[in-house]
Nanobody
């Protein structure tokens, strides 16, 4: 059974930083694309970042470009989201996703999801 488990969320002041982790088990994700999404209260889940499995190229949502960095550690079957210069509008539940089967910014393109970790940025 494939499981993705996020960690690292919490409460942080605006301008601060957090590092989210996603630990995978039940499947090796080293040869698959991986990503992060988030969902704010009352809003749809939105794309945050992804790493393309073939090229290693990274993609970011417009609202996080220059502030967030996605990375992966294949030896640990894990990936990460370093979030800097956090803003109150970054508040939401952050989900990691694995194995892309389509266009990366569509939630329906991803096969596996974590349960989410809450990030709250205070002003």
């Amino acid at each position: 059974q494939v499981q993705l488990v996020e960690s690292g969320g919490g409460l942080v002041q605006a301008g601060g930083s957090l590092r989210l982790s996603c630990a995978a088990s039940g499947r090796t994700f080293s040869s698959y694309s991986i990503g992060w999404f988030r969902q704010a209260p009352g809003k749809e889940r939105e794309f945050v970042a992804a790493i393309n499995r073939s090229t290693g190229r990274t993609h970011y949502g417009d609202s996080v470009k220059g502030r967030f960095t996605i990375s992966r550690d294949n030896a640990k079957n894990s990936w990460y989201l370093q979030m800097n210069s956090l803003k109150p509008e970054d508040t939401g539940v952050y989900y990691c996703a694995g194995e892309l089967g389509g266009t990366y910014y569509f939630t329906t393109s991803w096969h596996y999801w974590g349960q989410g970790t809450q990030v709250t940025v205070s002003s």
